[in-house]
């Protein structure tokens, strides 16, 4: 794929199944936190609890996409940093930003940041990043209707 010139995995930096349903979800949050579960099986690996990576998403330290916006993302730094504690190689996670900043905007939000964490854990557990992403993979905020 192109890569994107914030992509900070980038040369310029430094050194599937369908469905509707998004497979980074808050669905069954109380009931599996009261379990102390932090993921249930599902068709493809594991599905992750939505909470999980909003936590990490914001102890890396979001900040407004613009000034006055109350939208939070996380920069190519902040996103550089916090992803390069998975131990994945520097090839795996330049292909996870491109995969996972779905707007093209250079920085990640909640729902771009989970379908990241989500993608380092597929590759963790050995299914590397598709080459593009599953529906189901793609948060129903960023989902094109037509």
């Known amino acids: ?3 994107s010139s914030a992509n900070p995995f980038g040369p310029a930096s430094g050194d599937g199944a369908r469905g509707d349903a998004w497979v980074v979800t808050p669905a069954l949050k109380n009931e599996e936190q009261e379990k102390g579960f932090k993921s249930s ?8 609890l939505q909470v999980e990576f909003d936590a990490h ?3 890396a330290g979001p900040s407004a996409a613009a000034p006055g ?7 190519p730094t902040k996103v550089r940093e916090a992803l390069t504690r998975t131990g994945l190689a520097r090839e795996v996670l330049r292909l996870v930003w491109e995969l ?4 093209r905007d250079g920085a990640l939000d909640a729902d771009e940041f989970a379908v990241a964490m989500w993608l ?3 590759s963790l557990e050995g299914r590397p990043p ?8 793609i948060p129903p905020s960023k989902r094109n209707p037509f």
Do not use: H, M, Q, W
């Open 1 to 3: 794929p192109v890569i």
């Open 41 to 48: 099986k599902c068709a493809r690996g594991f599905r992750v």
């Open 57 to 59: 998403f914001t102890a």
């Open 69 to 75: 916006s109350s939208r939070l993302v996380l920069s």
């Open 100 to 103: 996972s900043d779905l707007d």
């Open 120 to 122: 380092c854990r597929e």
């Open 130 to 137: 598709p080459c593009k992403l599953p529906t189901n993979v």
